[in-house]
C-alpha cells in the first residue's frame, strides 16, 4: 500500500465535522458525536488500519497549514476504540486543528504468549503509531496541515504508545518512508500508563528516552490513580534532565480514566486547550465552560 496516497473510506454521514453551537457550551456528549473522516494509513498484521480525521468548519486544504493533533486511545494495549478521543477530536476541531485519532494493531493473548523471551505486546502498537504520525505529516498537504506543528498524546495506553512513538527511534516499521520522521511540538497525556515493569523490555520503557529537549507536555492523573508510581518515575527523570514545560494536573480522589467521564472530560480539555494557548499552537480562548459546581483540577494531589 502506497505510503503516501489518501486512502479514504466513505462515510455515512455529511458533512464530517458538526459545528458547536454558537458561544460557550458546558460539557460534551461524546454520544452524539460522529465519527470522523475514515482514512487508511496502512495494513499490519494483515489487517487495514484507519484513522479517523475531523477538520475544522471551512477548513480549505488547498491554502490553509495549521497544526495537526493525533490522539490514540487507550484499553491496556489489547482494546479500546476510536471512540474514547471523537469528542476531543471534535473539540479541538472546532478550535482550528486538523485532529486525528488513529487506532493500531494489538496482539491477542496467544499471540503475546509467543513473543521471544524480552519482548512485550506494546512494541506493535508503537510501531503503528509511528507510522500513524508519519502518515500524518507525509499527506500534511492534502489535509492542509503544517508537518513542524503535530501534536500527539493520547490516554493510558494510548498516552505511553505516543511518547514511545515520538522518542524511541527504534520500533519502525521498514515498509514506512524513512524520510518522515515522528517528532512532535507538544503532548496531551491522559493518565499516560508508565510502568516500571516497562524496564523489562527497553525499546517500550519511557524512562530510557527522555532527554533534555522534550517538547512541552501537558498531563492529567486521577489522586487515586495505581498508575501513578510509573508517571511519577518517568516525571522525575523529565525533570532531572532539565525540562521546564511539563504541566500536571490532578482530579481529586478519582481513578484512572476518569477523563472519560464529565466532568473531568470538560475540565482536562479545557485546560489543554489553555496549555495550547500557550504555546502558541492555538488562539483565543476554550469554548467549553465547565459547570460552575464542579470539582476543579488541581496541581498537586496532596
Known amino acids: ?68 493533533m493525533i490522539l490514540f486511545h487507550g484499553g491496556g494495549w489489547s482494546g479500546g476504540s476510536l471512540k474514547q478521543f471523537q469528542a476531543a477530536c471534535h473539540y479541538f476541531a472546532s478550535r482550528g486543528l486538523v485532529c486525528a485519532t488513529a487506532e493500531y494493531q494489538m496482539l491477542s493473548k496467544a499471540d503475546a504468549a509467543k513473543l521471544p523471551k524480552g519482548e512485550t505486546k506494546k512494541r506493535v502498537c508503537i510501531t503503528d503509531a509511528k507510522s500513524a504520525i508519519g502518515w500524518f505529516k507525509q499527506n500534511a498537504d492534502e489535509l492542509g496541515i503544517d ?86 518515575a518517568v516525571h522525575k527523570k523529565v525533570e532531572s534532565a532539565g525540562n521546564k514545560n511539563i504541566e500536571v494536573y490532578f482530579a481529586p480522589d478519582q481513578a484512572h480514566s476518569f477523563f472519560n467521564k464529565e466532568p473531568w472530560r470538560t475540565q482536562t480539555l479545557i485546560q489543554a486547550d489553555r496549555f495550547l494557548i500557550k504555546h502558541q499552537l492555538l488562539s483565543g480562548e476554550p469554548t467549553l465552560i465547565a459547570p460552575a459546581d464542579a470539582t476543579k483540577l488541581i496541581l498537586s494531589r496532596e
Open 147 to 232: 508537518p513542524k506543528r503535530i501534536i500527539t498524546g493520547g490516554g493510558s495506553a494510548g498516552g505511553h504508545i505516543s511518547a514511545l512513538a515520538t522518542m524511541n527511534p527504534g520500533l519502525n516499521d521498514p515498509a514506512d518512508p524513512s524520510d518522515f520522521d515522528t517528532s512532535v511540538v507538544a503532548y496531551l497525556w491522559f493518565n499516560p500508563a508508565f510502568s516500571p515493569d516497562d524496564s523489562a523490555d527497553q525499546e517500550v520503557d519511557a524512562g530510557r528516552f527522555i532527554h533534555d529537549k522534550l517538547p512541552p507536555a501537558i498531563a492529567f492523573f486521577g489522586t487515586k490513580d495505581t498508575w501513578l508510581a510509573g508517571w511519577d
Open 1 to 68: 500500500m502506497s505510503f503516501g496516497k489518501l486512502i479514504l473510506i466513505i462515510c455515512l454521514f455529511t458533512p464530517s465535522v458538526v459545528v458547536w453551537a454558537d458561544g460557550p457550551i458546558t460539557s460534551l456528549d461524546s454520544s452524539g458525536v460522529p465519527a470522523g473522516k475514515a482514512f487508511i494509513y496502512k495494513e499490519s498484521a494483515g489487517k487495514p488500519r484507519r484513522m479517523e480525521i475531523y477538520f475544522p468548519p471551512g477548513h480549505d486544504t488547498k491554502t490553509a497549514r495549521v497544526p495537526g
